[in-house]
């Protein structure tokens, strides 16, 4: 069975299509993503703009051409914070499925941690006996502790990259005092229950900011998944990219081959969560996956289907 996972997040929106067994997911077709930008202005307005209804559809009719290319037999779209936070999601998704067909599922903050946790250690799941899982999204941040199949503990927080770019970093570059307040926002939102017991797992990073920088550090010229997952970032290389990253401005950071079109302007708020996460927990390595829900959502159908 050929089964398409559609991530539809406040920044990004991922396609995976994967070949799956009832054992679980036997290859991977197809891996895409594209940075939409379904969150913009939803913090303030609580609303999807027309514009962007347009934009995401546009995005999502290719998705659903290449599943038709691909031959895929079921197509799973979710839908996270952005979704979550709109007034006018059902609007949207109801465009949605009238221009594609795709219909959208929109998941509670719970069921993406579970998910995502999931989808993140599938590829870990030799190396310990013990995760901790960070998701970093454009609206919220995802963290997870649990072991090889069931979670312990897990919370969802409204803050992401997005979010905090729009609140607190509103100029290129930003100056020390929205640094500051940002840095300030994201510690007092920190869960410290759950952060008392991420130094004894394996700790992994999913999601656009922690696999950049993984890329930033290797330098890689083109984005390879087999030297994104699995790869080792530490604080002081997180400090040292916030520090070099925060004093440039849109187009400088623009510049730099690792970082994706669409992602310059957020990429100091992710950073900055990132950064605040690996202090507060004492963590003195995150590993980097680049799987995460849409690997989590597969997954679970194959879970719901044998």
């Not at 719970?110 to 590829?123: D, L, N, Q, V």
């Not at 609206?139 to 969802?156: F, L, M, W, Y």
């Not at 990073?205 to 997952?229: C, D, F, H, M, N």
Request: proline letters at 3%; glycine letters at 8%; charged letters at 25%.
């Amino acid at each position: 069975m050929r089964i398409a996972s559609i991530d539809i997040g406040t920044n990004t929106i991922l396609l995976l299509i994967a070949d799956v067994t009832s054992t679980g997911i036997h290859r991977v077709v197809h891996d895409e993503q594209v940075i939409a930008r379904l969150g913009k202005g939803v913090d303030a307005a609580r609303m999807i703009s027309p514009g962007t209804f347009r934009r995401v559809t546009a995005f999502l009719a290719d998705y659903k051409k290449r599943c038709g290319e691909f031959r895929v037999d079921v197509i799973i779209a979710t839908g996270t914070s952005a979704l979550r936070d709109a007034a006018n999601s059902g609007e949207f998704c109801q465009f949605v499925l009238e221009q594609t067909g795709i219909s959208i599922e929109i998941i509670s903050g719970e069921e993406e941690a579970h998910w995502t946790y999931r989808g993140g250690i599938s590829e870990f799941a030799h190396r310990s006996n013990s995760f901790s899982v960070i998701d970093i999204g454009g609206g919220s941040t995802e963290i997870i502790v649990g072991d090889a199949r069931v979670i312990a503990q897990k919370t969802s927080l409204n803050i992401g990259s997005v979010r905090i770019t729009e609140r607190f970093l509103k100029t290129s570059p930003p100056d020390k005092e929205s640094i500051a307040e940002a840095q300030h926002f994201v510690k007092s939102l920190m869960p410290h229950e759950i952060l008392r017991i991420i130094p004894s797992t394996l700790a992994i990073g999913v999601a656009g900011t922690a696999t950049t920088l993984a890329a930033i550090q290797q330098r890689l010229p083109l984005y390879e998944p087999s030297k994104i997952s699995g790869f080792q970032l530490s604080p002081s290389m997180v400090r040292s990219m916030l520090e070099d990253l925060r004093g440039k401005n849109i187009e400088e950071i623009k510049s730099i081959p690792q970082i994706s079109e669409g992602r310059a302007d957020i990429i100091v708020a992710g950073i900055i969560i990132l950064l605040e996460f690996m202090e507060a927990a004492n963590l003195q390595t995150l590993t980097v996956s680049d799987r995460g829900l849409r690997y989590g959502i597969v997954l679970r159908e194959i879970e719901k289907a044998h």
